[in-house]
């Protein structure tokens, strides 16, 4: 039965990183029963005890990238994406889960800033988040990702890969 829930996490993030990649956006036909559809099957297979620890998993995740998606740095999708991430897999396996998703993520950002020449311009966009960021102001609208101009990296493929090699390589239980 815990493999059920497992399949059902992997079947999620990729879904997810599919309609990143393909429309850069994560729906919120997706997103929205992840949590409680993960909450209620933590419920069923292994009580109300696992059933909280997966609330819990899914506020770490919100909470933690609030601030993110606040000053626009982040969508709205990937954050209820890391909800509905943190529901499934609790907040003691999500923190190596996000981890991990940053890490590809960052290399994907990395290898995009290198394709598309823009090394210069991400370091001065860099230096001005980090400005803001000590002021305690948003760094403008223009190194939002609703500006066009921006490159932006589909944190969904990320995430997709990031769980797909955790499930891979973890036993079989829920918590």
């Known amino acids: 039965m815990a493999k059920i829930l497992w399949i059902l996490a992997a079947a999620f993030a990729l879904t997810a990183g599919i309609t990143d990649l393909r429309w850069q956006k994560i729906p919120n036909w997706l997103t929205y029963p992840a949590v409680p559809i993960a909450i209620l099957l ?4 292994a009580g109300k005890h696992a059933a909280l620890l997966s609330l819990a998993g899914a506020a770490l995740g919100l909470g933690i990238l609030l601030p993110f998606v606040l000053l626009g740095g982040l969508g709205g999708g990937d954050w209820k994406l890391v909800g509905g991430m943190g529901a499934f897999f609790g907040a003691r396996r999500l923190v190596p889960i996000l981890l ?15 394709w598309k020449r823009r090394v210069g311009q991400t370091f001065r966009n860099l230096g001005r988040m980090t400005a803001a960021l000590f002021r305690f102001r948003s760094p403008g609208p223009e190194l939002t990702i609703d500006n066009p101009e921006t490159a932006k990296v589909p944190f969904g493929i990320a995430a997709a890969i990031a769980v797909l ?8 239980v829920p918590f």
């Open 100 to 114: 991990l998703t940053l890490i590809i993520n960052g290399i994907m950002a990395m290898a995009l800033v290198l």
């Open 165 to 172: 090699l955790y499930v891979a390589g973890q036993p079989w």
């Open 42 to 45: 933590h419920w069923m297979i």
